[in-house]
């Protein structure tokens, strides 16, 4: 079980560094990332470099939590959609930065993104930076709900002429992972160009 969770926050570990190296991308005016071949140095879990990892230019990223709605702008915010292939394991996910480095979101799912999917969510979070005096404020995914529970990611579009994805999720997201923490059900939608 351990080795299960550890997967899993790795993953989403993963989703959000690739946004914030996404982030520095589109400070320096790139719009999106090219499907190149993985170069010989690239890692084993191959993100920037593999089809399948977009940089979205246009389109946008909501998210709504205890009756708040925060929305990433992709014309000025860093969203990227991510396949993350290891080993046998498969996930694919949403990872968001916005442009001043203040808050952060990612959802991922086991599996291959295609259009026409519903599948269950693997890994989530979200963080704000309240300010300079203030503490990070982490949703995390929780274990609690129930194991088959977690939500699902709904992808209506995906990969077809300047669409990169289109869809919905809900989740249930916790401040902590404590047994009798308050859990908030999480919903949101996404509509990702690439120009």
């Not at 292939?85 to 916005?98: R, V």
């Not at 977690?150 to 047994?179: H, P, R, S, V």
């Not at 923490?181 to 690439?194: A, D, I, K, M």
Request: proline share 2%; glycine share 8%.
């Amino acid at each position: 079980m351990n080795s299960s969770r550890f997967t899993k926050w790795f993953i989403l570990f993963t989703f959000i560094i690739s946004a914030a190296v996404s982030s520095c991308q589109k400070d320096d005016s790139v719009k999106a990332i090219e499907t190149t071949k993985p170069t010989a140095d690239t890692t084993s879990l191959n993100i920037i470099n593999t089809p399948g990892n977009f940089l979205a230019g246009k389109g946008s990223l909501s998210i709504t939590i205890e009756d708040s709605t925060y929305t990433f702008d992709a014309a000025r915010d860093s969203i990227a959609f991510i396949n993350v292939h290891n080993g046998g394991d498969k996930y694919y996910g949403i990872t968001a930065i916005n442009k001043a480095h203040t808050m952060s979101f990612g959802i991922s799912s086991e599996g291959f993104a295609t259009a026409k999917v519903n599948s269950k969510v693997a890994g989530g979070q979200f963080l704000f930076t309240l300010g300079e005096r203030k503490p990070l404020l982490q949703y995390t995914l929780t274990k609690f709900v129930g194991k088959d529970d977690t939500g699902k990611i709904t992808i209506d579009q995906y990969n077809k002429d300047n669409m990169i994805a289109k869809g919905t999720f809900f989740t249930f997201l916790a401040k902590d992972d404590k047994e009798n923490s308050p859990f908030y059900r999480v919903e949101g939608s996404f509509e990702l160009q690439l120009k």
